[in-house]
Each structure stands twice: as C-alpha cells, then as structure tokens.
C-alpha cells in the first residue's frame, strides 16, 4: 500500500512539473507593445523603461513588492525583488518610478550587476 502511494506521489510529481512551462500571455495581449520589447518579452528578458505589465509578461510575478519613500519630486516608486532557486539562488531588485523601469541590480551573472536609467 505504501508503494502505491509513492508511486502515485512521484506521478504527480511529474505531472505538476511538465505543467510549469505555462503560457503567460497570449500573442495577442504583446501586440499593443512596440515591437523589440515583444521579442524581449519572448525571451524572457527585461530592460530600462518597461512597464510593471510588460515585466510579468517577461519574468512573471516578483517574490516581493514594496513601496518605496517618493522620490523628493513626489514620483511614486516600486521595489520588486525576484529569487531564483536554480542552478544559484540569485536575486534581482528591479525599481519601478512612476511605474517604469528605472533600475536593475543583480548578483545572477547573466544579468549586469547594476543598470540605472539616466535622468
């Protein structure tokens, strides 16, 4: 009986895991964004000036999302932190002012270490 229920818990496994390359938009939704950030998006790969929808499409929901002080000009700003678990547990904090991608700092060595937007 135990063997059973091993088995069966290892097919679930395999089930839940052969599921978690989902879909996370459909080609439609990527038509209103201009062309190149399509393509990011597509490979998964975010850059300066995004919008908040445009990087879930890419890298989906953050770990973590906290607000942050305004700016002294009263520009509202975001903090979401994203944890990789494999193959190292990187972690990328990307700051989002007035809802557009600003800055990006990573320890994941495929990622630059540090990208601000100039002002």
């Known amino acids: 009986m135990r063997n059973v229920f091993y088995y069966g818990l290892i097919a679930v496994v395999f ?17 209103a964004f201009p062309t190149e950030v399509q393509e990011q998006i597509k490979q998964r790969a975010i850059s ?3 919008n908040h929808q445009q990087v879930r499409y890419s890298w989906g929901a953050p770990s973590k999302v906290k607000v942050l002080a ?6 509202v700003r975001e903090e979401w932190v994203y944890k990789g678990f494999e193959p190292l547990p990187y972690k990328t904090t990307l700051t989002f002012t007035e809802a557009e991608l ?10 630059e270490k540090h990208v601000t937007r100039k002002k």
């Open 15 to 31: 089930l839940v895991s052969g599921c978690a390359q989902a879909v996370r938009y459909s080609p439609y939704e990527l038509k």
């Open 48 to 50: 300066l000036g995004m």
């Open 70 to 75: 305004p700016e002294k000009d009263g520009h």
């Open 102 to 111: 600003t800055d990006i700092v990573s320890n994941d060595p495929n990622l």
